[in-house]
């Protein structure tokens, strides 16, 4: 990103005002609830969209893909993997100060708890920027490359509304995260803020799940397929290195394909199993592990997510992040903060070659791994600390790290297994611990996806842990399974019919106060009666199934004459237990804003006015409509998860 320009403020969102609903002083008075949730009919887009587009938004490498609705079953893909990183390491030292590099960034939305429209990143040179401005210029890239491909490849003109946009996030993203990939997408141009339907959030597991729908026998690698030969080692080893090999072999063969086939129904993996069987999907990207539980519906092929998607930051970073924690403590952890500050070009070529020589590790591999140390690093470590990084590595002691003369670190197997281990462990106990769950009882099939799925290690550690349970099956491009899932979620967004509530939500009210019921300290009266504040009306609970276009009701009237405007705060908890917002575990999480149109002329200032809200928990994202109960005018509404 050469000089990166940040637009204007103007250019932002502003955030909603916010304001404590506790003792109802928000400018609402809640009437009675309707029941929740209430089934409403959910009906396909209207807007006949000529292509989808899908951008699949990685943490290590990204890429998009798309397709016409003409011509469902042909996805044309484009991959983009380390070439920011390569161009920024082939810089001139001079010619580096005038770029900004941002690495491994979308990890940084995970992590951030409070995550905001402000929320800053910082290059390598040590610069900050608005993240919202470094993502919109990601997907402003994305964009101008895929409609210019879209372009070259139909035989009519199409106009910017005729495409439909399809952003995928990491299924344990919250909301906040999931808005603000929403709202980088509104500044770098996909879609108008006034066109939001345009534009689709897919979960990284459920596009993976709803691409292996269409997989053909011979598309998939079945790890649990162990056939008996004499010579086989008695732990398998030689067999895994043998298999593996294959797989990674028809997995490179797959990548020079831009242009796939899927099948107009469901594949004949399928084909063995019945209506009501589970399989997981397991989706080990760069810098998470997302996991979700399905369950078919036959004929029809629609699925029906049977827990609330589960994960975290196990991703393949996680790797390196570990091979950063071996240098720190082998060269200390102040010299290594101080060259990747001054040196930040030296240390990607650094993070370059581990890379590259990371992919090689295997189980079984009985040779050390040879990583370069840039000139730049041994230099700069004899002027910092005033000896040779070779008597670093004999003074700490780490007989798993050795030193070439050639100016290399060697990395034994057991150094390398040091490496992987840690990241491997934590997905294998968190997929051993989902399977003990009772919704998740019975799977029959385990998919692994996602960039990391192609790593060895990971393939024999799960297959270890897991095969005598259940089949584990990797599709053959399995890089790019997200991203085909993607292009299908955009071509039919109501395949999955049933999804599982990550969260409780809700907002806080008032009700008549029982003596012996309610806490004291709860008590406010007004008006000569008695009411208990903070109570959470709850929208929906916690790992609480709700079907594609189930909807909840609330009725909400101004709190007087003329106002405007209502603001409902949001308030939310992991678990489904929690009686009033201020209950350990419960926090203000967004806000529901209703813009008020004028009365009608002639309304009694004294006439009780009513505004219905209608969310839907079903979907991605939460949505929130409103209507104007006596005019059945629609009502302005938005529910905003990133001003909290």
Not at 154 to 170: A, D, F, G, K, Y
Not at 377 to 399: P, W
Not at 409 to 415: G, I, N, S
Not at 492 to 512: E, I, K, Q
């Amino acid at each position: 990103m050469d000089n990166l320009q940040i637009p204007g403020e103007s250019s932002s969102v502003p955030p909603s005002p916010s304001c404590s609903p506790s003792r109802n002083d928000c400018g609402i008075a809640p009437l009675t609830p309707s029941p929740s949730p209430g089934p409403a009919p959910r009906p396909r887009a209207a807007r006949p969209f000529s292509v989808v587009v899908a951008i699949d938004f990685g943490t290590t490498s990204s890429g998009y893909a798309f397709s016409f609705t003409q011509d469902p079953e042909t996805i044309h893909m484009m991959r983009f993997g380390f070439a920011a990183r390569d161009s920024y390491h082939d810089l001139d030292p001079e010619e580096a100060r005038h770029w900004l590099y941002f690495d491994k960034f979308k990890m940084k939305i995970h992590s951030i708890s409070d995550l905001t429209m402000e929320t800053e990143l910082e290059a390598v040179s040590g610069r900050r920027v608005r993240a919202i401005e470094v993502f919109a210029h990601a997907l402003r890239f994305f964009r101008e490359h895929a409609l210019k491909e879209v372009k070259d490849q139909s035989s009519s003109v199409l106009q910017e509304n005729e495409v439909r946009w399809v952003i995928t996030v990491p299924a344990v993203w919250r909301q906040p995260a999931k808005q603000f990939m929403r709202e980088a997408a509104y500044l770098a141009g996909l879609v108008s803020p006034e066109s939001p339907d345009q534009l689709l959030i897919a979960l990284e597991p459920e596009a993976a799940s709803i691409y292996c729908r269409k997989l053909r026998m011979h598309q998939v690698i079945d790890l649990s397929a162990r056939p008996i030969a004499n010579g086989t080692d008695v732990d398998g080893s030689r067999l895994f290195d043998s298999g593996f090999r294959q797989a990674r072999e028809q997995l490179r063969k797959a990548r020079h394909s831009r242009t796939f086939l899927v099948e107009s129904g469901t594949g004949e993996l399928w084909s063995e199993m019945q209506t009501g069987d589970r399989y997981m999907v397991v989706d080990c990207g760069g810098g998470t592990v997302d996991l979700t539980v399905h369950q078919i519906e036959q004929p029809q092929g629609t699925l029906k997510e049977l827990y609330k998607a589960s994960g975290g930051p196990y991703g393949a970073v996680g790797v390196d992040l570990a091979f950063e924690a071996m240098l720190c403590h082998i060269f200390g952890a102040d010299f290594i903060e101080s060259f990747k500050a001054k040196r930040p070009a030296a240390w990607v070529d650094l993070s370059i070659a581990f890379e590259a020589r990371k992919r090689t590790a295997a189980p079984g591999r009985a040779n050390a791994i040879n990583i370069s140390l840039p000139f730049s690093f041994i230099d700069f470590y004899k002027r910092h600390c005033g000896q040779s990084v070779e008597t670093a590595l004999r003074r700490s002691n780490m007989n798993i790290v050795k030193w070439s003369s050639q100016g290399m670190l060697r990395l034994t197997p057991e150094a390398m297994n040091e490496l992987f281990q840690p990241t491997i462990n934590n997905i294998v106990k968190h997929i051993e611990e989902l399977m003990k769950k009772q919704e998740v009882q019975g799977v029959r099939f385990l998919f692994l996806v996602g960039g990391f799925a192609e790593s060895p290690m990971l393939q024999q550690a799960v297959q270890g842990a897991l095969g005598r349970s259940c089949r584990i099956i990797i599709p053959q491009d399995v890089g790019l399974t997200i991203l085909k899932g993607a292009v299908l979620f955009g071509l039919d967004p109501t395949v999955v019919r049933v999804r599982r509530c990550p969260l409780t939500y809700g907002v806080g009210v008032l009700n008549r106060f029982v003596a012996g019921r309610h806490p004291r300290d709860k008590l406010l009266v007004k008006e000569g009666r008695e009411w208990c504040t903070d109570i959470l009306d709850r929208f929906v609970a916690a790992d609480q199934s709700v079907a594609l276009g189930e909807v909840v009701r609330r009725s909400y009237t101004p709190a007087r004459p003329g106002q405007r405007k209502i603001i409902i705060n949001i308030y939310c908890s992991a678990t489904d237990d929690v009686v009033y917002i201020t209950d350990p575990g419960v926090r203000k999480c967004g806000a529901i804003t209703l813009d008020l149109p004028e009365a009608p002329v002639g309304t009694p200032a004294t006439e009780r006015r009513e505004i219905r809200a209608t969310m839907q928990f079903g979907d991605t994202e939460i949505k929130v409509t409103a209507v104007d109960v006596a005019t059945n005018r629609s009502v302005r509404a938005a529910i905003d998860f990133l001003s909290n």
